[in-house]
Structures are given as structure tokens and as C-alpha cells.
């Protein structure tokens, strides 16, 4: 299991409640950044995937290396889980 | 019948209103059900940001909500939602088997509901600046556009719906339509009237490219009455109608009509015996959520009455 995993959402995408469910259906723990909610966190998101877009999903890995996810992307997701 | 290859009694491609109200039908029914759905739980419903038409909702609903509650309708009564792309469907020994990116699985019937997508202008810097200026979700990309100007395209029910829903964010829309009016329903186009503020409609223009600068959309260029015009904006939203999700069926046989629909008869069957199809993938369906709820529904009577069927009739499997 990663150390960390952030998902940046907003109040109305789809995709972000997908990412939480899947997350939540594999046992996995998240902090969530609600950009509708914390405007001033946008920059964060966009600085790190390079777009206008959520859901970003930043997992954290025991070794500190980090794997940004946009989109809800199982291919993506599910080794970043590992 | 194997342990970890069972054969279901029903099985969804796709988990949009259609599928899941099927579902709240089949499993009510003790038909074992399994959906199949490779993006958000609810379809499009659940990415469109209100709803005010669907009956039982006065005061209308969110879009999430709706598809959060009818996931759950369907759940209740035991239907099982499995995350996972259909690639391919073929009839085999009396089943219909279905290809996943899950493996393979087996149905005595499939119901097809597999709606569609955003269609795209396929003009220059689109693929480009994709997610980075140019989006086909307001309700997932929109909160990027606090304080931003933006380009709506599209004169439709669509994209008069998430032209008013951008206002939350942006200080000012143009809405480039390329027709003379808006296909938009009358209610949409008063909505669109009360924020006249914001929105600026532009008829006969049309969407010619997405120009950017230093990895950012920076405008778009048109044509009205011939003349070339530019709209300066920070972001692009695309909603110029749908294109059904039917590419997973090449070369399955099932009969699409001239605009890639899929084809059934008045008891929702295809051409492919046990395949059944509903809502907006459907030729000749309406394309809104009551209708789908209610063509699910229809499908799966039907579906249990063509399994009934099947339980009578001695099967020769070749
Ligand atoms: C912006 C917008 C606003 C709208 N507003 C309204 C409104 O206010 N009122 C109204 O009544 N209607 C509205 N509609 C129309 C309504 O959303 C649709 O009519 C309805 O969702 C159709 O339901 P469906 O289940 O047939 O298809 P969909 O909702 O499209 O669901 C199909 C599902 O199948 C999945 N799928 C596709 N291919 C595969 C595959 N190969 N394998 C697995 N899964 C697959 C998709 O991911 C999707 O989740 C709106 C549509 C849009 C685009």
C-alpha cells in the first residue's frame, strides 16, 4: 500500500466520486482537496498534472517516489495502488 | 455451469439510467444481474450537473445524486456493478458471451446500454490543448475557470445547459452556435436569456480552430458571414452533440443504423438472439433519463419473459 494518496475534486465531478469509490473499494485511505471548496489549492492540482482537470490522484509510495493520475483511469490506477 | 465462469441471467454493458433501472427490474424479478461499466456509475446523468425533468423530483435533483440513488435501488435489491470495459459480444452455445477487460463472461441475455460519448469538432489544437483549454465536462473541469473567460460551442440542449452551469465560475461566455438559432429547448434558451450578463450568443459563427500559446488556449478562431472573427478566452468547452458508444460491437454482426445506433424490434431484441438494447444507444430512442429509466425497464420484462422462454424450450447447443 502507498504511504500517501491526495485526490483533488470538485463538487460536481463524477469521475472524482469513481476515483473515491474504487480507492475505497480496495482498502485504500485518502486525503481529499476540494478545489470548489479551497480555490487557492487549483495551482496545486495543475502544477502537478499540467491540467485543467480533475480528478488528480497523487499517490505518495513508500520510497517517496510520486505517481500523478488524471482522470479516472483504472489502467493508471490500479498498479499505482501496488 | 463452472464455479468461476458462472452464467449469469442478465448481464448490462454499460451502468447509465437505463442499465441500473433494468437492473432494479431484474433483480426484483430473482434474475441473477451483473453491470458492467467502464466510467462513472450513473453515465452521464451522473456528470450532468441538475436535472429538473425527471419525475418524483420537484425541485429537481443533481445529476450525482440521481445516479448515487439509483445505483443504490439497484444494489438493494442485489444487482452486482463490476468496473470493467466491454471490448466485444458474441452468441456461443445458446449464451451470449461477453468480452472484458476482465476476462470473459457469460449471460443467458445482455442488455446493451451503453449510451455515448462527446463528439469532437476535429479541428486544429483540440487534440492539443485537450484537458489543458479544452474540455467536454463542465461539471468536472469547469471549477479551473474562476474569474476566466471562456468559449461555450455547441447551440444544443447541452451545451445550453452547461453554458448557464459555467456562470458559477466564469466572468463571461461566448457561446458560438453555427446555425441561425439555438437547437436548444425554449426552457434552455430562457436560462441562457437570465444570464445575459454573462453569456453572449453568437449565431451563424463557426468553430475554425483552438490557437494557443506557451502550452495555454489563448483563443479561438471563427468565421461569421465569412469574415474571420477571434475570441480571446482562457478555456474552450465542446458541446456540439453525441456519438453512440457502439465501437465495441465491430464485427459482432449486430445491425447499427446510418448514424451507428443500434437496431432493435418493438420487444428491444437486436438482431442477435438473447441481445437486447435500450436508452440512448438505442435508433429511435429519446435520449433523456425518464425515457431511458422507462426503456429499461421494458427491456427487462422482456428479458425475463425471453428467459422464461428459454427454460421451456429444449436448447441445442452448437
Ligand atoms: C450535458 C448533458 C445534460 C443532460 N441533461 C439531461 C436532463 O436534464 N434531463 C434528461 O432527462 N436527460 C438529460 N441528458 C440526457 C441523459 O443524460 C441521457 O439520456 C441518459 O443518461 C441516457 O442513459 P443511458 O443509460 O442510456 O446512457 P448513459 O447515461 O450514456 O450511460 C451509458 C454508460 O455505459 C458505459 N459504457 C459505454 N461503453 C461501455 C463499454 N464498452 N463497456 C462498459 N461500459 C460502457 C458508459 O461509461 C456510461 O456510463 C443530458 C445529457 C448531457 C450530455
Redesign the pocket.
Known sequence: MPKNITIFTSNTCGYCVMVKKYLSSKGATYEEVNIDEHPERQKDAYALSGQLAVPVTVVTKQDDSQQVVVGYNLAQLAPALT | MSENNPVHDVIT???????LSAAIYTTREDLDTVL??????????SI?D?????PGFPDGVAGLELGERLQKQAERFGAKIEL????GIHPKKGLVEVETTDGIKRAKTVLI????DYKRLGITGEDEYYARGVHFCATCDGAFYRDKKLVVVGGG??AA??AVFLTRYATHIDMLVRGPKMRASEVLQNEVKKHAGKITVHYNTSTDEIVGQEGKVVSVKSTHNNKSVNFPTDGVFV?IG?KP?TG?LAGSGIELDEIGLIKTDTKLQTNLPGVFC????RSGAT????S?AGEGATAALLMREYIDHLARTPQVHT
Open positions: 454493458i454499460g451502468a447509465g439510467p437505463t442499465a458492467l461499466e467502464k466510467g462513472v456509475i450513473g453515465g452521464l446523468a450532468t441538475w436535472v429538473d425533468n425527471y470493467a470495459e466491454v471490448t446500454a451503453t449510451g455515448s440542449n447541452s445547459q452547461e458541446f453525441l458508444n465495441f435500450a436508452g440512448d444507444v435520449m433523456q433519463i425518464a431511458a
